[in-house]
């Protein structure tokens, strides 16, 4: 199983908001796109908000990423709008070793 590790620097004071854009857009969006989100963490006094995204479609990680990052469908649904409350982004890519066998 392959996931990402996605850790975004939030504008300070905006937490809040992107929650509920996250909440209530990106989520639903990935689960259309087979990148179910697993698991997401705000650490509110470093503005840090960490989240885990699995890939689940067909092909590989990277083609699932452009099709989703290609699609009229994100276009229409965020658009920009992320960009108005992440300063930075670390990602990394890792597969699953324990427990053994998934």
Known sequence: ???EHRTYEI???TMD???TLFHDKIVPLH???GLPVRGAWADRATSTFLWVREFVGEGTAEEQEARYRASERRAAVIGDEP???VLSISVRRVETVFPVGQ
């Open 1 to 3: 199983m392959t996931v």
């Open 11 to 13: 504008v300070p004071g």
């Open 17 to 19: 908001a992107w929650l």
């Open 31 to 33: 689960e259309e796109f």
């Open 83 to 85: 960009k108005a409350f």
